[in-house]
């Protein structure tokens, strides 16, 4: 067993359980008979989207988020269904978010959102060939649409405009492959 295995999966206690996620108290055998216990939320994955005109204008949001208490700027995302495939989240997420439907749905990065507490793993996808639709906002969400350039993205990256992590990790991952591309 690695140092970083569970113990044993009956060794998972619950602690808590709610619609999206789950904490579990898990201990890890570290080897040579001494274990790490350590309380773990539980997340079937998310989705991120990066949506692009042919331009290279990118359609982003305006999101109220209740827990950090302010309007963040970010691209679309949300967390998956029971079930239900990355790139069909990604599709939904798209259209409910922002209102637009995407001709083609490609994947992009995947990163841990927070590995040290969480099991979360974000996809990223990019979406192109974009059709306007209408948004279908969840019940207390409050979203705006807002078409940017990437020099806005750019400039907004680094003088902390946006500061939502899976936002920059995905725009900083399109910014990177965008310049190696040149």
């Known amino acids: 067993m690695h140092a970083s295995e569970p113990a044993d999966p009956a060794s998972h206690e619950s602690l ?8 579990e108290r898990r201990r890890f055998d570290r080897g040579e008979g001494t274990e790490d216990v350590l309380d773990i939320v539980v997340h079937p994955g998310a ?24 309007e963040l700027w ?11 495939s990355p790139i069909v989240a990604a599709g939904r997420e798209l259209e ?5 439907l995407a001709g083609r749905v490609e994947p992009f990065v995947e990163f841990f959102s927070s590995p040290g507490i969480c099991t979360e793993l974000m996809r990223s996808f990019v ?18 649409v807002e078409i940017v350039d990437v ?18 990790a995905t ?9 190696a591309e040149r």
């Open 151 to 168: 020099e806005f993205v750019r400039g907004a990256i680094l003088d902390g405009t946006i500061r939502d992590g899976k936002t920059m």
């Open 74 to 84: 970010e691209l679309p995302a949300g967390t998956l269904e029971p079930y239900e």
């Open 47 to 70: 989705v991120v989207i990066l949506p692009l005109f042919r331009d290279e204008r990118i359609v982003m949001i305006r999101n109220h988020r209740y827990a950090a208490d302010e």
């Open 127 to 144: 979406a192109r060939d974009l059709t306007p639709t209408r948004q279908r906002l969840e019940a207390g969400e409050r979203i705006r």
């Open 16 to 23: 808590l359980r709610t619609r999206l996620y789950s904490v």
């Open 96 to 100: 409910e978010e922002t209102g637009y």
């Open 171 to 179: 725009l900083g991952a399109y910014l990177l492959q965008r310049e």
